[in-house]
Nanobody, 122 residues
Framework: QVQVVESGGGLVQPGGSLRLSCVATGTLIRHRTYNAAWYRQAPGKERELVAMLTRTGTTTFADSVQGRSTISRDARSDGNTKNTVRLGLDNLQPEDTAAYYC?????????WGRGSSVTVSS
């Protein structure tokens, strides 16, 4: 079993930046590098992919954040049972307001966090 927890959300002014963290913990992490992705869901809209980082290091970004987003993975820690994936977003705009969710998966095994809320407003 793997637990996924997001953090780093909050209120940001337009043009600002934020760094979200997705911490995955569990003994399975000792044996696997999970694929990871960030999704977001704005009020009244469907959940959409923001950025993805595969276990082999390939990154993918949504067109809406291309060029102003980064995704990275820390080295494992805590006896290799903890892994953190970070999402960076720059030049935030009101349309970036959403709940941001982290997904970790390996094959058909999949885990989601409960989300971290981001509000972009002056």
């Amino acid at each position: 079993q793997v637990q996924v927890v997001e953090s780093g959300g909050g209120l940001v002014q337009p043009g600002g930046s934020l760094r979200l963290s997705c911490v995955a913990t569990g003994t399975l992490i000792r044996h696997r590098t999970y694929n990871a992705a960030w999704y977001r869901q704005a009020p009244g809209k469907e959940r959409e992919l923001v950025a993805m980082l595969t276990r082999t290091g390939t990154t993918t970004f949504a067109d809406s954040v291309q060029g102003r987003s980064t995704i990275s993975r820390d080295a494992r820690s805590d006896g290799n049972t903890k892994n953190t994936v970070r999402l960076g977003l720059d030049n935030l705009q009101p349309e970036d307001t959403a709940a941001y969710y982290c997904r970790s998966w390996w094959g058909s095994e999949e885990y989601w966090g409960r989300g971290s809320s981001v509000t972009v407003s002056s």
